[in-house]
């Protein structure tokens, strides 16, 4: 009923599944765990005719209420209660690891649900029908209608008809994270290795929470570090999630040092060859000691870092910010600060938004550009961005209060600059 980590491989486990279980075979540092594999969701699911429940976003919600009261079968339940007992019962992180997620098509990046911190049998099975329901998600199903990549073994509309996704779930020891980022290994022999890092949990730099130290690690194990103002971090306080303000003398304190940006960068070196190409990987330092926790195929490259533009090149009033994907275009601000805002946003509007998370993601489908108050290249935005070929300026500095709603702005994803025209 369900597969030790180790044994995980992507045709029954999922793209991240089967990346994690391959490198924890390699002897690379990955937190234990185990998968909930296809067929369970699959057996699952059987009953539900959720092939009916495509229409519309009524129907959308109909399948997640459906999957969200299953009861799970008694075997899968005491199967996570002894897969969870061998980990010592610890906290564990719950992770989607669906068919079309993770593929070198396509990073579906913030497509499907994943948790932290969540504790015992119980939560695990509400986590992990979270992460069969969020299948049916509004924004899971934009992003199968846009073609972001397709799935490879799974089945039905999100389950068990025979056309679509289904999801296996990782479950991992979660780890309290003293640092975490992102790593994007190089995509050539003579290119560095990318490295964004900030306090805490991983979500603060993979949602674009904070703007994150950035680091350039050379072949020659040279270091090249941008340390940022790392204003918020995120951490597990018993079974929740908590943001807390960082210290004033550490916010500008790097998170990691170079010798560790070096570790890291040499195992990119080895999942990279392991995995046969250029990888996006998720890592956290805990106890001292470097983890990676997640591996995928980089579909969208970050425009390649350098020195700030000379001011003399900087257009006249321009704000500057983090080039984030490239090429550039013109089209009317819409300030967005929330979800209740998102229906304000037309197809050609440039999104300016304090930043995004994976809910977000169905806007940057219709948008022209995207400039952002904070967050790193590495995030899921910048990657949307860079998958659908529109251009970010990332981590402009109170950027929703200094362009005004409803103004000509252009946005130049390659300089990094916004300049309202």
């Known amino acids: 009923m369900i597969v030790p980590l180790e044994e995980a491989a992507a045709d029954t486990c999922g793209g991240k599944g089967g990346a994690l279980g391959a490198l924890l075979r390699a002897g690379l540092p990955v937190p234990d765990g185990f998968v909930v594999p296809f067929a369970a ?20 919600a109909a399948a997640r209420r459906a999957i969200e009261a299953l009861t799970l079968d008694a075997g899968l339940a005491a199967a996570l209660a002894r897969g969870l007992g061998a980990l010592g019962d610890p906290p564990v992180a719950v992770r989607s690891s669906a068919a079309d997620e993770d593929t070198g098509l396509s990073s579906a990046a913030g497509r499907y649900e994943s948790f932290l911190a969540v504790r015992g049998a119980g939560g695990v099975a509400e986590a992990v029908r979270a992460c069969w329901a969020s299948l049916f998600s509004p924004r899971a199903a934009a992003g199968r209608g846009s073609g972001d990549g397709n799935g490879d073994g799974g089945s039905g ?85 908590v943001v807390r303000n960082v210290p004033d003398d550490v916010r500008e304190r790097a998170a990691i040092d170079d010798a560790t940006a070096v570790r890291l960068a040499g195992l990119g070196a080895r999942i990279a060859a392991l995995r046969g190409g250029p ?7 805990a106890g001292g000691r470097v983890w990676i926790l997640q591996a995928r195929p980089i579909t969208a490259a970050p425009p390649p870092a350098g020195p700030p533009a000379p001011a003399a090149d900087v257009p006249a009033g321009a704000l500057v910010g983090t080039p984030g994907s490239r090429g550039a ?18 197809p050609g509007d440039v999104l300016v938004c304090p930043f995004t998370d994976p809910a977000w993601t169905p806007l940057l489908r219709i948008v022209a550009g995207v400039v952002t108050e904070t967050g790193g290249v590495l995030s899921h935005a910048a990657i949307v961005a860079r998958e659908h070929a529109i251009p970010a300026v990332l981590g402009v500095p109170d ?9 000509l702005v252009t946005v130049d994803g390659t300089a990094g600059t916004v300049t309202a025209t």
């Open 399 to 407: 950027v929703t209060s200094r362009l005004r709603d409803g103004a």
């Open 329 to 346: 275009v013109t089209g009317t601000a819409r300030i967005v600060r929330g979800p209740r805002d998102f229906a304000r946003v037309l």
């Open 279 to 285: 990888q996006d990987v998720e890592w956290a330092v």
């Open 41 to 60: 969701y699959l057996a699952a699911v059987r009953g539900l005719d959720l092939g009916r429940h495509t229409a519309g976003p009524d129907d959308l």
């Open 157 to 241: 509309d999100g389950g068990g008809s025979g056309d679509g996704p289904a999801m296996a779930v990782v479950v991992q020891r979660h780890l309290d994270a003293e640092a975490s980022g992102v790593m994007f290994t190089p995509g050539g022999p003579d290119e560095p290795t990318g490295i964004e890092a900030s306090w805490g949990l991983g979500p603060s730099v993979v949602g674009g929470t904070v703007t994150p130290d950035s680091y350039r690690v050379a072949a020659d194990g040279s270091v090249v570090r941008a340390v940022a103002d790392k204003r918020t971090r995120l951490d597990r306080e018993g079974a929740r999630l």
